[in-house]
């Protein structure tokens, strides 16, 4: 809105501008370019300008599995201490999406969480230009920039009481958007300082992650340190995104260009040739390979504690143990046994006799894999090829495992033809 403007007066023209562009004539004043790019967006996707997209919110559990393993959600805490009070005081509502335009947070103002609802600016909802048109939550994703839009800026007439202001988030390890920042209310409530304050609190929330980002690399530096300095030729640690914990032999840098998709065992990178990959917890171990040997990881999976089962994984560098919830224990139990591997339908049948809780076991994989990445694929979840498993629980104490995994073990017992004592 230009500076010294008086709101109503502004959004009478801009309803002339949207009317008048949306019946094929000439308006009294151009749109924005960004909103007028939007617009021939919206038309192409052939967004209904009276009743939006019409896209029905997600399920309250596809909602609390995008909570758990948003990344966004670990910078919530900031998002709502720069922009929750403000916007309550303000009589407007902060929310906060995913990376795919899904409305996962809503907190403020109760009235204005009320007309929201009316309008379907609820949980699980899509927000994206292709669901409701030009706002600013969608638009910011389309845009990758902060946006603001103002009463009839909006595409669909039933948001013309509106304004919103977004700003996107971005993973500070890959770059990635991960999410929008907004703070949404009724139009009179507009502020010329409101797509300043949000943009600055999306950039705090990505100052902390960063910040949570050099922790775990902090850890995953503590846990290769014996590695490092033990003798036996050039080494490297990364995490999961290329970015390096540690280094002996080798030229420090700060990232390599790992693959988004790796097994342990060899692979070529562009500033290192032929290589061997080791999965640690929370990363790679790297090493030089020229003589194009792949040792295989031995993966080792102890049941023998009912109350705390572990995981230990054996390569050349050495081991590392990781404890399992019981849940965590079933699973790899049940890909240990189906080595060809399980879609999350049939873990979900297995796990818990209910083949649509599928949700449930992609979230728990999910987890798991932020451990595991090195040794587990996916489509379907299995072990990868080079992974030799060892399985290990007491014989006549099944009753220790929970109850859904006394099938695993029946099967498990068919396979190896041993008593139940080991694999």
Do not use: K
């Not at 948003?70 to 929310?95: F, K, W």
């Amino acid at each position: 809105m230009p500076a010294g403007s008086d709101p109503r007066r502004h959004a009478r023209v801009l309803t002339q501008v949207y009317c008048a562009t949306l019946a094929g004539q000439a308006p009294p004043a151009l749109p924005r370019r960004i909103i007028d790019a939007s617009w021939r967006r919206v038309r192409g996707y052939g967004v209904d300008p009276d009743r939006g997209g019409g896209a029905a919110p997600l399920r309250y559990e596809e909602v609390e599995h995008r909570r758990r393993d948003s990344l966004i959600g670990e910078a919530l805490d900031t998002l709502r201490h720069g922009l929750a009070g403000v916007a309550h005081d303000a009589s407007q509502i902060m929310v906060v999406t995913d990376g795919e335009g899904r409305v996962l947070w809503r907190e403020g103002s109760s009235a204005v969480r009320r007309r929201a609802d009316r309008l379907g600016f609820v949980e699980g909802a899509s927000w994206r230009e292709e669901a409701v048109g030009t706002n600013a939550i969608g638009t910011a994703l389309a845009v990758r920039r902060p946006v603001q839009v103002y009463s009839a800026e909006h595409y669909v007439r039933t948001h013309h009481a509106w304004t919103c202001a977004a700003a996107p988030v971005h993973d500070p390890r890959s770059g990635r958007l991960i999410g929008i920042a907004d703070v949404s209310g009724p139009a009179a409530t507009i502020h010329p300082n409101t797509l300043a304050l949000v943009d600055a609190v999306a950039r705090l929330a990505e100052a902390e992650l960063r910040t949570l980002h050099h922790r775990d690399l902090e850890r995953l530096r503590a846990v290769a340190a014996p590695v490092v300095a033990r003798p036996g030729g050039p080494v490297i640690v990364v995490d999961p995104h290329g970015w390096v914990a540690a280094a002996s032999g080798w030229e420090p840098v700060a990232r390599l260009p790992v693959p988004d998709v790796v097994d342990a065992g060899g692979v070529w990178l562009p500033s290192l040739g032929t290589c061997v990959l080791e999965p640690l917890p929370g990363g790679w171990i790297i090493r030089p390979d020229p003589a194009g040997d792949r040792p295989a990881t031995r993966v080792r999976l102890d049941l023998r504690g009912a109350a705390s089962p572990t995981v230990t994984l054996s390569g050349p560098s050495g081991s590392w143990h990781h404890r399992l919830s019981p849940r965590h224990a079933e699973i790899l139990l049940l890909l240990a046994c189906r080595r060809e591997g399980r879609t999350a339908t049939e873990l979900a049948g297995d796990l818990f006799g209910d083949p649509t809780r599928t949700v449930t076991v992609r979230a728990e994989m999910s987890r798991l894999r932020r451990h595991l990445g090195g040794v587990l694929c996916h489509r379907p979840y299995r072990f990868h090829d080079r992974a030799e498993i060892e399985v290990t629980w007491p014989a006549d104490r099944a009753d220790l495992l929970p109850a859904s995994d006394a099938p695993a073990v029946r099967r498990l017992r068919a396979v190896t033809g041993q008593p139940g004592t080991g694999v």
